[in-house]
Each structure stands twice: as structure tokens, then as C-alpha cells.
């Protein structure tokens, strides 16, 4: 990984100097990519940073160039940043388009036509062209591109990731996806762009004359974005597979189905029929219950019907009967919640951490990431402050005061010796202060070199996340987009948008646990006016809502949710993010680093005891069902 920030005797190519023509000609790039059968940049940056070894040091600079250029995170939908770091970490990233030298990206376009490698092609010309938005030569040539190399794989003469022989999986979709874009932002005006949407008309009406499921329900998607194939057609094929017997066991890939036949219904402004289709998306959600075995996600799914029912008319007598399904459910949420983490040693994952991640498939490397720490207790917490204070007994009795980010104080800590009130917050402070110091060896021991090695190994996706979310109790309905951002946010270090996104999630998280459990955090004044219980109020110890939270999530996890986002005399992340008062350098302190993790510990935490399921879709959203890892590797 190439940092932008370089060692002071180091120059780096592209950046600090212009590498030319003749350089990029003496590693003769097509004789060394000749036996690279894939065609994602990928595994073409494998390929050149493992020959940067073995040639020459005058061809390092090229090799340099074309690696920096083939390990960008690639968002093929992103308007405006296609091209990301690969990492962020602190005021310090790996390159990105941005950096490149003028002179560096007209030599780069020069280049490109040179190429035959078709993902390396379609990258060199990408690049040039979204710098130079007037090459719309090169554009064409990144359209044609990205189109061959689909048709290439279809056609058995290459493959993509992972050894992907087929032309409607991940790797796959991301390059129409940014075929289409292109089209897109030059107004389909060029003569390759008609190539784009016969591709991707021909993908869908094959995988649905085969009937399969989970190609057409890949492809559709851009399919209806860019209107390869008009939306009833699209709507049709949708419907006709969702309703096959192949899905009758399958609620998970009928409700995707049918969701896209109501955005197709409703993009070709037929209501009625997406309407119905919502209604029957609502009973996939009955089936997923009914298949839970477990009250937790019986519950969760249970919720997600009743909520696409209530936006639908004639459903109330439907509602009622899953609504009382649901209060008989709920009873049996407290013991399955108040032990799921105490059921998972962490020992091994947390000394070994890179290693639980490198080389394993990425739902594997997502799980340890989740699974790298667990907070201690309550009780542990105060035993480590009380035998602090007894080890440096001056600390203890000195009153302490808090700062935020501006200078100013927002916590006294009075020092032990005042009155009951007094100590305790003391005594908080303590324990807060410990942790803080705790947090600071998870995230640099575990937290962050595993989402360093995360983002080296495996393309991250919002897709694949958030099909992984779907089922997840913690998040309401509608939220999972907004987690699946935002984890894909901090695995690429990305911690300002990580942070933002997931801290106003977690109160809300909290009060629709608390729903599913059967308790209204709603409070209704003399005028009617209805406000729901903030996260002091939830976590206020003289309220309701904090020992029913305590109920249902072990008592450890709202402790720590306290002292992180609530507790003044602590790092009070809740009101630093949501009053602006964070500058830009904050975010990347353990605690807010630590805080992001956390929420995504809670969102993953109830589908681990399941994660084969979780195997199951990475195979179905991405088609690499050959590197998906065997259940029975996960349990051990």
C-alpha cells in the first residue's frame, strides 16, 4: 500500500514525477499480463506489485505507476469519486486519480490504446477520461472495454475474481454498472454505449429463459436503472420467477424478486400491480419468520411485514393477525438476546487478528471483524478503576475536569471524598478514563489492522453489505442502506463518514429493540404531540427504558454505550457528532474509531450464531459460490 504521504528521500512516480512513455514500454505490460486469466484490476495489482521484485529498478517506476493505478476502491456508480483510496487512516491515504500530474495522464492516454488486457485497458482509459472529460475518445474506449470483458467471460476466453467464469456475478455487474455510468454522463451519445444496454437486455432475458433467480435478479437491477429493457418486461420476468416453484422455499430471493417487479410496476406508473407486489413481499417476510427458529429474528421479520403492510389499504385485519403473532413472540426475545455474547471465545480472534482475516473469504473476515472485542462488564470496569485509585491513591482524590474540542469544560470530576452524588461521578470517571485507555489497544491491536487487511484483500461492496444486514434485528426496516454506507465507510478508514452515519443510528437502534421487545419509548403531551425517548432519557438509570434495555441486551453493552456516547466526563460522542463540534482530525481518535465499531458489533452480533446463512447470500449476491467458505469452517 502507497501512501500520499512518502518518506522524504522517496519520489513517487506519477505524483513527484512524470513517468514517460519509454519507461511504461520496458516492462512490456502485455507479455507479463499474457497469462492473467481474470480481468478485474484486482488481480492485475497482484500481478505487477509481485513482478516490481523480480525486475529491473529502472522498470520500477512504471510497475509503480500501473499498480497505484489498478488499486483504487472502485465504486463504478459514484458520480463524482469512482476512484477512492483504497485506505484512509488518520491525514494519511493511499492515491487516488486526484494526485496524477497532468503530463502523467496524457501519457497514460497515449498508453492505453497499447493495452491488451481488457480490465487494465478499461481502467487506463477510465481514468483518463474522467480526469479529461473532454477525451470522449477515451470514454468510448473505457465503454468498450468494460463491454468486452463481460462478453470475454461469457464467451469461456476469461474470467473474472476468484476464478468467476460467469458473465452475471459481481465483478461482472460492476462493470456494466460503470459502462452504463459513462454512457450516462455523456448523454448515450456514443456510438458504444448502445452496446451497453444490448448487453445488459441480453443478460436478463437469458437468465430468466433459464430461470436463474439470482442472475437475473443481479442484472435486472441496472437493467431497470438504465432502461435497457422497458419496465413491464423487466416487471414480467421478475414476477414469473419470484412465482416458480424454485423460490417456493426461498423467501429471501422472492422478496427480492418482487420488490423489483414493484420498482418496475411503478416505474412504468402501474400502481395497482405494485402494490400487490408489496403485499406479497410483506408475506416473504411472514415465510422468513416462520423459517426463523428463533424469537429474536422472528420478531425482526415479523415487524418488517406489518411495516410494508401499513402503507398498503384493505391490510388492517392482516396487520392485527401478525401483530398479535408478534406480542405472543416477544416473551421469548429477553433470554435469547440477554446470552448471545457471552456464547463466542474471542480469545484467538483478538491475538490473532490479521491472521482470522487474511486469506478467508470475505463474510468470514467481516465476522471477525465484528467478533475482535467484546466490552467488559460493569463490575470488571469499577474493579479496574478501584484498583487504579488503590495503586496511585494522589490520582484518585484530585478533582479532574473534562474538555470537548473547543476548550471548553463540559465535566468536573470532584475527586473521591464528597458526598454520595459526588463520588459516584467520580467514580464514572474512573471507569471511563480506564476505558479509554482499553479501547486504545483494541483498535490499534485488532480493530484497524483488520480493516487494513479487509480493504487490501477483498473488493468492498455496499451490496453485498447490505444484503448481509437484511436479516439483522438490531436495524429497523429502512436502515439497512444506511449501516451498509457506513460500514463500507470504515472499512476503507473512512471514519469521518463512518462515524456520522452510524452515531445518530444507534438510538434509534435502541428504541426499535425495545419496540420489538413490546415497550413504546413514546411520550404524548397535553396538545397531542408525540416525542420519542432521546438516548440520555433511554440510558437515564430513574427511567423505565434503561432496565428493560438491560433486559434484552447484556447489561455490558449499555454500559459501554453510556460511557462512550452519553457520559459527559467521557469521550460524549452523541453530542459531539451531533452538534458539530468534532474537527476533521477528531474522527480518527480510538474512541470514535471504537464507537463505529461498536454499532456494527451490535448489528452483527444476532446473525453470527447463524452465519452459514450469511455465507449463503455472499454466494447469491456476488455468484462466487466457490469461495464462499464451508459452514462447518466457521463454527470451528
Known amino acids: 500500500m502507497r501512501d500520499e504521504v512518502q518518506n522524504k528521500e522517496e519520489q513517487t512516480p506519477d505524483v513527484d514525477f512524470v513517468v514517460s512513455q519509454?519507461?511504461?514500454?520496458?516492462?512490456?505490460?502485455?507479455?507479463?499480463?499474457?497469462?492473467?486469466?481474470?480481468?478485474?484490476?484486482?488481480?492485475?495489482?497482484?500481478?505487477?506489485?509481485?513482478?516490481?521484485?523480480?525486475?529491473?529498478?529502472?522498470?520500477?517506476?512504471?510497475?509503480k505507476l500501473l499498480a497505484g493505478l489498478t488499486n483504487y476502491h472502485f465504486v463504478p456508480d459514484h458520480p463524482t469519486e469512482p476512484f477512492k483510496p483504497m485506505i484512509v487512516m488518520g491525514d494519511r491515504r493511499s492515491l487516488v486519480p486526484a494526485d496524477l500530474l497532468a503530463d502523467q495522464i496524457n501519457i497514460i492516454s497515449q498508453f492505453a490504446p497499447t493495452i491488451e488486457h481488457l480490465g487494465l485497458r478499461a481502467r487506463l482509459s477510465d481514468v483518463s477520461w474522467f480526469m479529461h472529460r473532454q477525451r470522449l475518445d477515451m470514454a468510448?474506449?473505457?465503454?468498450?472495454?468494460?463491454?468486452?470483458?463481460?462478453?470475454?467471460?461469457?464467451?469461456?476466453?476469461?474470467?473474472?475474481?476468484?476464478?468467476s467464469t460467469s458473465a452475471w456475478g459481481v465483478g461482472e455487474k460492476e462493470a456494466l454498472v460503470r459502462a452504463a455510468r459513462i454512457s450516462l454522463a455523456t448523454r448515450w451519445s456514443l456510438e458504444p454505449s448502445?452496446?451497453?444496454?444490448?448487453?445488459?437486455?441480453?443478460?436478463?432475458?437469458?437468465?430468466?429463459?433459464?430461470?436463474?433467480?439470482?442472475?437475473?435478479?443481479?442484472?435486472?437491477?441496472?437493467?431497470?436503472?438504465?432502461?435497457?429493457t422497458p419496465p413491464a418486461d423487466v416487471a414480467s420476468m421478475a414476477e414469473d420467477i419470484a412465482r416458480d416453484d424454485q423460490c417456493n422455499d426461498n423467501p429471501k430471493m422472492r422478496l427480492r424478486l418482487l420488490k423489483l417487479a414493484a420498482r418496475a410496476f411503478r416505474q412504468d406508473r402501474n400502481e395497482d400491480d405494485s402494490n400487490q407486489c408489496m403485499i406479497d413481499a410483506a408475506?416473504?417476510?411472514?415465510?422468513?419468520?416462520?423459517?426463523?427458529?428463533?424469537?429474536?429474528?422472528?420478531?425482526?421479520?415479523?415487524?418488517?411485514?406489518?411495516?410494508?403492510?401499513?402503507?398498503?389499504?384493505?391490510?388492517?385485519?392482516?396487520?392485527?393477525?401478525?401483530?398479535?403473532?408478534?406480542?405472543?413472540?416477544?416473551?421469548?426475545?429477553?433470554?435469547?438476546?440477554?446470552?448471545?455474547?457471552?456464547e463466542i471465545d474471542l480469545t484467538e480472534i483478538v491475538e490473532h487478528s490479521v491472521a482470522s482475516v487474511r486469506g478467508h473469504s470475505w463474510p468470514v473476515a467481516l465476522l471477525s471483524l465484528a467478533l475482535c472485542d467484546q466490552p467488559p462488564t460493569p463490575d470488571e470496569i469499577r474493579q479496574t478503576a478501584v484498583e487504579h485509585a488503590q495503586e496511585f491513591p494522589l490520582q484518585?482524590?484530585?478533582?479532574?475536569?473534562?474538555?470537548?474540542f473547543q476548550g471548553r469544560v463540559v465535566f468536573r470530576a470532584p475527586g473521591?471524598?464528597?458526598?454520595?452524588?459526588?463520588?459516584?461521578?467520580?467514580?464514572?470517571?474512573?471507569m471511563a478514563f480506564h476505558r479509554g485507555h482499553s479501547r486504545q489497544?483494541?483498535?490499534?491491536?485488532?480493530?484497524?489492522?483488520?480493516?487494513?487487511?479487509?480493504?487490501?484483500?477483498?473488493?468492498?461492496?455496499?451490496?453485498?453489505?447490505?444484503?448481509?444486514?437484511?436479516?439483522?434485528?438490531?436495524?429497523?426496516?429502512?436502515?439497512?442502506?444506511?449501516f451498509a454506507r457506513a460500514i463500507c465507510h470504515f472499512l476503507g478508514g473512512e471514519d469521518i463518514e463512518a462515524v456520522s452515519l452510524l452515531s445518530p443510528q444507534l438510538e434509534n437502534s435502541l428504541r426499535h429493540i425495545l419496540l420489538s421487545n413490546g415497550h413504546d419509548t413514546t411520550a404524548t403531551d397535553a396538545h397531542g404531540i408525540q416525542t420519542e425517548a432521546s438516548l440520555p432519557i433511554l440510558l437515564n438509570a430513574e427511567r423505565p427504558?434503561?432496565?428493560?434495555?438491560?433486559?434484552?441486551?447484556?447489561?455490558r453493552y449499555i454500559h459501554e454505550i453510556d460511557l462512550l456516547f452519553n457520559f459527559a466526563g467521557g469521550p460524549s460522542i452523541r453530542n459531539q457528532v451531533a452538534h458539530g463540534k468534532i474537527p476533521a482530525s477528531g474522527f480518527w481518535g480510538n474512541d470514535f474509531a471504537y464507537a463505529a465499531w461498536l454499532i456494527i458489533h451490535l448489528a452483527i452480533i444476532p446473525l453470527a450464531r447463524r452465519w452459514g446463512d450469511v455465507e449463503e447470500i455472499f454466494a447469491r449476491v456476488t455468484g462466487l459460490h466457490r469461495y464462499a467458505a464451508p459452514v462447518d469452517e466457521q463454527e470451528e
Open 22 to 63: 519509454a519507461q511504461l514500454d520496458l516492462i512490456d505490460v502485455n507479455q507479463a499480463l499474457d497469462g492473467i486469466a481474470s480481468v478485474e484490476c484486482f488481480d492485475v495489482n497482484r500481478c505487477l506489485s509481485d513482478l516490481e521484485g523480480d525486475r529491473p529498478d529502472e522498470q520500477s517506476p512504471a510497475l
Open 140 to 163: 468510448e474506449m473505457a465503454i468498450t472495454a468494460y463491454c468486452d470483458s463481460v462478453e470475454a467471460v461469457r464467451g469461456g476466453n476469461a474470467e473474472f475474481s476468484h476464478e
Open 194 to 228: 448502445v452496446l451497453v444496454k444490448t448487453l445488459l437486455a441480453e443478460l436478463v432475458a437469458s437468465a430468466h429463459g433459464d430461470q436463474r433467480a439470482d442472475d437475473f435478479w443481479r442484472i435486472a437491477e441496472v437493467n431497470l436503472d438504465h432502461g435497457a
Open 283 to 342: 408475506e416473504c417476510h411472514v415465510q422468513k419468520a416462520d423459517l426463523a427458529g428463533s424469537p429474536m429474528l422472528e420478531s425482526a421479520f415479523l415487524q418488517d411485514a406489518i411495516q410494508v403492510l401499513r402503507n398498503y389499504p384493505n391490510s388492517r385485519e392482516r396487520r392485527e393477525e401478525l401483530s398479535a403473532r408478534l406480542r405472543a413472540v416477544q416473551p421469548g426475545i429477553r433470554d435469547e438476546m440477554g446470552h448471545f455474547s457471552t
Open 396 to 404: 484518585d482524590i484530585m478533582p479532574m475536569q473534562v474538555l470537548d
Open 416 to 430: 473521591m471524598g464528597g458526598d454520595g452524588d459526588a463520588a459516584e461521578d467520580h467514580q464514572k470517571y474512573l
Open 441 to 482: 489497544v483494541t483498535v490499534a491491536g485488532a480493530i484497524n489492522p483488520i480493516r487494513r487487511t479487509i480493504a487490501s484483500e477483498h473488493p468492498i461492496s455496499n451490496e453485498i453489505v447490505l444484503e448481509i444486514l437484511r436479516d439483522s434485528p438490531f436495524i429497523p426496516i429502512g436502515h439497512e442502506y444506511i
Open 545 to 555: 427504558w434503561r432496565t428493560l434495555l438491560e433486559e434484552i441486551i447484556p447489561s
